[in-house]
């Protein structure tokens, strides 16, 4: 693996262990956001471990220390569907947030991905999310055209794609927006919604949340020594302005 010192790979025996751990991690980088700013921003994955991850927050006994209503919560990808749909990433986040409206969560600060009920496009979806980016960036004070996160959470496929930016697909190769409509997904449903690389890489970490032994493909070549490129191979191509952490179970990481 090339020398990264920005690059940290952390590898847990399970899932459930992973999860667990990601859950003491997210906790403690949200405690520590508001410590030094007042509030916190993160961007929630869906998937089985992002999910089980979440679920392990909802468990935490550390939950209370989190003052809950200065959280800002996004998502990196969402699947254009219905808005009840139990494929939307928001939909299966209830697991936390469910337990989080008695922990003072604001819902105004919530801020899901559109979804078929309220737009006839994906990329109808993905300018109105780009909108309020852009208004929660100039709340924040923040220059530029999203707001500060302080974790951006992904998963990864067996194909290497994180979010819905997939191997040689349009929408690894788009910039110039921090949002993007996507069609002809190669995973269902082939309509979707994802941030942009130019957008993920602007968050201070990074984490990618990555289980079982079908990554492990696809792990060993983002993380191994022959170039590559993001286009070729998505999860190569983000990394957090302060660091990107590869947190991953023993399976996921066979071939590093």
Do not use: C
């Amino acid at each position: 693996m090339p020398v990264n010192a920005r690059r940290h790979v952390v590898i847990h025996p399970d899932l459930p262990a992973t999860a667990a751990a990601v859950a003491a991690r997210l906790l403690t980088a949200v405690l520590d956001a508001q410590a030094a700013r007042g509030e916190a921003s993160i961007v929630l994955t869906g998937g089985t471990l992002g999910i089980a991850s979440l679920a392990q927050v909802a468990a935490s006994p550390a939950l209370g220390a989190v003052d809950w209503s200065r959280v800002n919560i996004y998502w990196g990808d969402e699947r254009f569907v219905e808005s009840g749909s139990p494929d939307r990433n928001a939909v299966q986040a209830e697991v936390l947030l469910g337990v989080l409206d008695a922990h003072g969560l604001d819902r105004g600060r919530v801020h899901p991905m559109g979804s078929t009920d309220d737009f006839a496009t994906p990329e109808l979806a993905a300018e109105a999310y780009a909108r309020l980016l852009a208004q929660e960036a100039a709340t924040e004070g923040t220059a530029g055209a999203v707001p500060v996160f302080d974790v951006l959470m992904l998963g990864m496929g067996p194909d290497s794609h994180v979010a819905s930016l997939f191997p040689d697909h349009e929408g690894a190769t788009r910039t110039g927006v921090p949002v993007i409509g996507v069609r002809d997904s190669p995973k269902p449903p082939p309509l979707r919604v994802s941030l942009t690389f130019e957008t993920i890489n602007t968050a201070r970490a990074v984490w990618l949340v990555v289980a079982g032994a079908d990554k492990a493909p696809a792990a060993g070549v983002a993380l191994g020594e022959a170039p590559v490129t993001r286009e070729r191979v998505p999860a190569s191509g983000v990394a957090g302005t302060q660091g990107t952490w590869w947190l991953m179970d023993a399976a996921a990481a066979a071939l590093i």
